[in-house]
């Protein structure tokens, strides 16, 4: 049996004979969860860069301006119900169809939508070729619609390591897909490909997996019964839509496509580390935390241990990305590309704050306080408006400047309020990250005045080679002197989920 047939967890099943503790449940889902993103992003550090080398900056500008508005209907697709599925208290077969197929309905009528405004946001930035970029794409809300339910049950289902298998064929997939249609001329038309070829085999995947009784009924009364927590948090998510995207609004209404391009090739590095170590545990927490909500003392301690793992990769990458953004540039992508390394360094600080914020949205949603998530969001979005309108008059630099201050400022009362609700306080996280906090400021420092030092006579890759190897023996270094129990805890973590992966192997064969 493979572990997306497993039954849905219960509060009791953590008590059961032969069923593995809620926190290693937690810890080997997170591995998995973790490991997709590796692969997925190591992937696209392969990939990315040849990539840049067939498509110019405008393609990518072009891509960009046409994503912000197709996720921002998709924000709309399942009115915030697949979490609300997640966090349900013993939902019914037909809360589970009801779910369905309003979500279905609701993708079929945003996909016209889409279809019909895609004139007017081209005419907003000026660029006629982002028309029919954008009505392609809406085929994505079908799929992403068809997917809400399904992905919904694995997720309570705990199946992180189906998600993973799927996530990682699905990506690989698309990249081919981008590859061969780049190296066949079609410029844009490549990552447009990518999309549409990555999207429709998760589709396909979850729809099969996933053990959900859809059936060809809708109750009214099922779908009141989540409509709260789903309009709660739709609310949340258009604010966390506009807080992720109105730098690439602005940015390429007031600057154009290829300045985009080049923006959104430095978000796209700094988010790698974000994306491998943080964002993947937000669909681990949710059906986790749920099950400690009601304990304080517990629920402080995994939210600050969660932070420490977090910030033991992704503060050094980081700071490793900020002192190296103008070989890493040259060497990922070519000097055609050089516009993109003062951005990349400028966004890897807002990167380690942000590592950390991709957690709060489980907390927040675990202790039914999505009115204070929504505040703090709000506040977020009109600060980083201010900041990025200021800041693009200066051009590039001057936007990634503004982004950065924005964070500044609101980061650590966003963070303060949040762990409020814990019975935690700054004080307490400073407590937890200040070893990773200083050892890799400390690494950061001395790996950029090394590659300012080094013979102008080595080649770009040759520096970045010898500043990475410094950098990591650095970092270790520096870890095995001063907390040596962050390294075996997390490698008493890849043994688990290692033996988890080796005995489910065994149980599956016939």
Not at 17 to 22: F, I, K, Q, T
Not at 470 to 483: A, C, E, K, P, T
Request: glycine share 8%; net charge neutral; charged share 10%.
């Amino acid at each position: 049996m493979t572990d997306y047939q497993s039954p849905l967890p219960s509060a009791a099943s953590t008590a059961q004979p032969g069923v593995a503790p809620m926190g290693q449940r937690v810890a080997r889902g997170a591995i998995w969860t973790m490991a997709a993103s590796a692969a997925r992003i190591a992937s696209a550090i392969l990939i990315l860069p040849v990539l840049t080398r067939l498509l110019s900056p405008e393609d990518f500008g072009l891509m960009q301006i046409a994503a912000p508005f197709l996720f921002f209907l998709m924000v709309f697709s399942d009115f915030g119900m697949q979490p609300a599925l997640v966090v349900a208290d013993e939902p019914s077969d037909k809360l589970w169809s009801t779910a369905f197929w309003t979500g279905l309905g609701t993708a079929s009528l945003l996909t016209l939508i889409l279809i019909m405004a895609a004139p007017g946001v081209a005419s907003f930035f000026n660029e006629p070729r982002a028309e029919l970029i954008l009505q392609v794409l809406s085929i994505t809300l079908l799929l992403g619609g068809a997917m809400i339910v399904p992905a919904a049950w694995l997720l309570r289902a705990m199946s992180f390591r189906a998600l993973a298998i799927v996530e990682f064929f699905a990506m690989t997939c698309g990249i081919v897909a981008a590859l061969a249609c780049a190296v066949m001329g079609w410029g844009v038309w490549s990552l447009v490909a990518q999309q549409l070829v990555m999207f429709s085999i998760k589709a396909v995947a979850y729809c099969t997996m996933s053990r959900a009784p859809l059936k060809f009924e809708f109750g009214v009364a099922e779908l009141k019964s989540i409509i709260g927590v789903s309009w709660g948090m739709i609310n949340v998510r258009v604010l966390l839509f506009f807080s992720g995207n109105i730098d690439m609004i602005i940015i390429g209404r007031f600057l154009g496509a290829v300045v985009l391009g080049y923006y959104s090739i430095a978000w796209r590095i700094m988010a790698m580390p974000v994306q491998i170590f943080a964002s993947g545990l937000f669909q681990v927490l949710l059906p986790s935390l749920g099950q400690i909500k009601d304990d304080a003392g517990r629920l402080k301690a995994g939210l600050l241990k969660t932070y420490r793992i977090i910030a033991l990769f992704t503060f050094p990458a980081m700071a490793g990305i900020a002192a190296l953004s103008v070989p890493l540039t040259a060497v990922l992508f070519g000097e055609e590309y050089a516009p993109a390394a003062y951005p990349m360094a400028v966004l890897a600080v807002h990167g380690a704050l942000q590592s950390l914020l991709t957690v709060q949205g489980s907390v927040f949603m675990t202790l039914g306080r999505v009115d204070v998530m929504y505040r703090w969001s709000l506040i977020t979005l009109v600060t980083l408006c201010a900041c990025l309108l200021i800041g693009v008059q200066w051009g590039l630099q001057g936007a990634a400047l503004g982004y950065l201050v924005s964070t500044l400022i609101c980061a650590p009362l966003s963070f303060r309020a949040m762990l409020k609700l814990v019975g935690a306080g700054l004080a307490d996280a400073w407590h937890a990250l200040k070893i990773q906090t200083l050892l890799s400021a400390g690494m950061g420092s001395l790996v950029y005045a090394l590659s300012l030092t080094l013979p102008s006579s080595l080649t770009d890759l040759q520096v970045l080679s010898a500043c990475i190897s410094i950098g990591v023996f650095i970092y270790v270094s520096g870890l095995y002197l001063f907390d040596r129990a962050a390294m075996v805890e997390v490698s008493k973590l890849a043994q688990s989920v290692i033996s988890k992966g080796s005995s489910q192997s065994q149980r599956e064969e016939p």
